[in-house]
């Protein structure tokens, strides 16, 4: 049982997941720590600045527009970067792997061999008819079987 579970594990498969959580997650954190120090500070003062810019104000609720821009604005650009940098080469190399394990022209059984060679044996063991040999020239002895 723990074999199996190692070898579960070992699969390239899951290693690459994990990687790829771990990575995806550590991008994230950085994105949106740019989106909160930068993008959403300028959209801010974009709508006029003061208390309540980037957000309204309805009944006494606020509404932060600005924190639901910045963070669609996280989410296309960490979709972007995993896509073009992690996904999208991915799909070449896989892509690449299966043309170069596309079946070619497959090759003959040995069955199909010692036929070919039987059959190129008989070809040129056929009697040659000339003037003294009576007719036997070429003859491969157990040849009729």
């Known amino acids: 049982m723990l074999k199996g579970f190692k070898d579960f594990l070992l699969r390239g498969n899951v290693v690459d997941l994990a990687v790829a959580v771990v990575v ?54 960490t979709a972007a970067v995993i896509y073009f940098l992690v996904v999208y080469p991915l799909k070449v190399i ?18 199909e061999l010692l036929t070919e060679i039987r059959d190129l044996l008989r070809q040129q063991a056929q009697p040659r008819r000339g003037p003294d040999d009576g007719g036997t020239a070429g003859r491969i002895p157990h040849q009729d079987r």
């Open 24 to 77: 995806g997650a550590a991008f994230t954190a950085v994105v949106t720590a740019t989106t909160n120090a930068f993008l959403k500070p300028l959209i801010q003062l974009l709508s006029g600045g003061g208390e309540f810019a980037g957000s309204f104000v309805v009944n006494g609720v606020v509404f932060d527009y600005a924190s639901f821009i910045n963070a669609v604005i996280t989410f296309v650009l």
């Open 94 to 111: 896989s892509d690449r792997r299966k043309r170069g394990e596309e079946a070619g022209p497959a090759e003959p059984t040995d069955v």
